[in-house]
Nanobody, 116 residues
């Protein structure tokens, strides 16, 4: 049973930075993309950033220029570097792996709170 485990969330002041990590406990064959999603209180889960096997990246307009997604295949880990954080970035951040057949794997989430 593959598990995705997020880490790196916490409380940060506006303008600060955090780096989220998502490690997979095993190998999922056929993965085509990895990414981060977030869900703020009272809102639907939304895409933050994705990265494909060919390192093509995609970002939500709200985080472009501030967030950067990257991966380390040797460590089976995906990262999300978040800079210039804003209160509206406050949410639970979920790690995702997507297979070629459409199957999604999700982590349990890590809370990011941006507040002074």
């Amino acid at each position: 049973q593959v598990q995705l485990v997020e880490s790196g969330g916490g409380l940060v002041q506006p303008g600060g930075s955090l780096r989220l990590s998502c490690a997979a406990s095993g190998t999922i064959f056929g993965i085509t993309a990895m990414g981060w999603y977030r869900q703020a209180p009272g809102k639907q889960r939304e895409l933050v950033a994705t990265i494909t096997n060919s390192d093509s990246t995609n970002y939500a307009d709200s985080v472009k220029g501030r967030f950067n997604i990257s991966r380390d295949n040797a460590k089976n880990t995906v990262y999300l570097q978040m800079n210039s954080l804003k209160p509206e970035d406050t949410a639970v951040y979920y790690c995702n792996r997507k297979k070629y057949d459409g199957t999604n794997y999700w982590g349990k989430g890590t809370l990011v709170t941006v507040s002074s």
